[in-house]
């Protein structure tokens, strides 16, 4: 079953997304990136580029001829489903391939019509029986 981790009060999602993405690369997971649009995806491709600072995430769309042994892949659309390590969810939906995948992760800033929309994907998560870790990022570790 899939494990689902909220990231919660976060200040900039992107910089807490790149952030987690570089994680998941040093660890050899592969990540698929879920935007709610293209200007979302070129937004996160820029950063992805950029971050870290003395280097780049490789990444690239899961249409792309070297999407099955690229570590981080990037759309708007959640087809196909290239590898089933890590989805992060940028959309304000449920992506309705989440359960293929090992681990889901939703980050959530400080907005307030953002954490209501997090908390409906929470409940639908909830009532469907899965686990959920959240991680208040708002708290000193």
Partial sequence: MTQIDFYT??????????????????K???MMILTPDAQ??????????????????????PQHRLAPVTPILLDHSA????HEDVLVNLCNDCPPVFSRYERLIEIVGRDEADR?????RFRF?????????THDLSRPD
């Fill in 9 to 26: 009060h976060v200040d900039d999602k992107l910089s807490t997304l790149c952030s987690l993405a570089a994680k998941a690369v040093a």
């Fill in 28 to 30: 050899g997971a592969r």
């Fill in 40 to 61: 979302t995806t070129e937004r996160v491709d820029r950063m992805l580029w950029m971050q870290p600072a003395i280097g780049f995430l490789p990444h690239c769309r």
């Fill in 79 to 82: 087809d196909p489903v290239v």
């Fill in 116 to 120: 209501e929309l997090a908390r409906a």
């Fill in 125 to 133: 998560y909830r009532e469907r029986g899965y686990e959920i870790r």
